[in-house]
């Protein structure tokens, strides 16, 4: 079961999904070291201040890893096997868990978000080929 | 009280495996209450001399349900939960809690059914707070997912091959053709394993590890009762463990991974070098679990642990015979396997591994890890 948004969803990630729903990538930014970070957390990983502050990512990045899944994954994913998980990494430095759509990308390829729509739920980020 | 002088050294006295493989006629308690009373046994002692407990994977307040089947109130309790490396970490924890008085004889203990009762789930482990919102969407089956991303990243870095992946599976099944208990004993070839299908690639079938039931039990205590033990008893000589992350993309590089201090810490305070390791058993959850592990530990450099399996180094024969049970990948694999590659370890370390031994074998070391690749706990084991 994925629980809904409502049931999971706490303070400190709120307003990532509420970008997501606009279909805005947002990530935390330190005030105090310019370090970006996610996922979101109160504080700043790299300096510990808690100066944290939201900023648009460019929505690029780069694939770090990536592992096409052979298995059923749960109905209410939508995902069709076989499927593709994927670590990007974005521009801004940190990365994040994904999965690549379109045409067969390669670790190091250049990547840009879309959006997977779901029943309920905010959008969830999902990244394909980066066009020129 | 702080033991000082020969009698603050530990020694794991008895070991023994539960029922394995598919076991239908045991509960997982049951099958505890066996693997601890013959691991006691081989000790020189009862139920009634325990006073440690070390469990993981039993439930809520593991310690106490199990301790109430066994009998036993125990002085001192531990349950922390490192995944599959705990009961590696747990030999650090037994250590120091026999150094220090707060207890005189140590149970490790650990069973699983999951295969009778088809409890695997490869999609749901993810139940805590972050994973729902930005894992799961994704499918990324755990731990597989997890290690064919581990996999992938390690053939894009090093040029690692599927034929290298692929020759940790057979040199697992190669050992395990000489281990009776072993579950998978026919021959394996290269061929076999790139022919199987497609797990999370670029994992296949026969890269990833057994689902089987099984567990065992291990009995640690100081100097002075050691000596009541029926057999060699084998020495704590380091140990080590660390905790990284739990969300893959939270790991920085391979070079970050949990492995690398757990390894490090066990060989520093044990006193030896790699060249001084007879056997070595790593967690074998995937093909690729072993390379990082070779590289963790030290044994290869950086991307050349595909090599060094390919050139036959972890065979019977090699200059670094490992997975010497067959392992997870081909012996048995209960959900948790640290138990058993301590089981096994010390079975080298006394010269009992029947055709499978390893000439001549007095250094062990043992590398577990846990969790999504999240933590590792090094044991260095030592006879005599």
Sequence with gaps: ?132 | MLMTGPDREVFISGVAEAPLGEVRDHSELSMIALAAREALADAGLTLRDVDGLFVNYLGEEGTVQVGEYLGIQPSYSDSSDLGGAAFVAFLGHASAALQTGRCRVALIVYASRQRTRATRKLNHWNEKATSPQFEQPYGLPAPMGQFGLLAARHMYEYGTTPEQLASVAVTARQWAGLNPKAWKRDRLTIDDVLESRLICAPLRRLDCCLVTDGGGAIVLTTGDRARDSANTPIRVAGTGESARQWHIPQLPSLEASPGVAAARAALQMAEVGHADIDVFEPYDASTISVLLALEDVGFCGRGDAGAFVQEGNLSITGSLPSITSGGGLSYCHPGALGILLVIEAVRQLRGQAGARQVPGATVGLVHGIGGLFSTAATAVLVRG
């Design chain 1, 1 to 132: 079961m994925v629980e809904s948004l409502f049931d999971w969803a706490d303070p400190t990630t709120a307003h990532f999904w509420e970008a997501a729903s606009k279909e805005q990538l947002v990530i935390q930014q330190c005030g105090a070291c310019r370090q970006y970070q996610f996922y979101p957390r109160p504080f700043c990983l790299a300096c510990d201040s808690d100066d944290i502050g939201w900023v648009a990512a460019s929505g690029r990045g780069t694939v770090y890893s990536q592992t096409t899944v052979h298995l059923k994954a749960a109905p209410e994913l939508g995902l069709v096997t076989p499927y593709v998980v994927a670590v990007v990494q974005l521009e801004e430095g940190p990365r994040l868990l994904t999965n690549l759509t379109g045409e067969a990308c390669r670790i190091g390829s250049p990547v840009q978000v879309g959006w997977r729509s779901r029943q309920g739920q905010a959008p969830v980020p999902v990244f394909g080929p980066a066009t020129p």
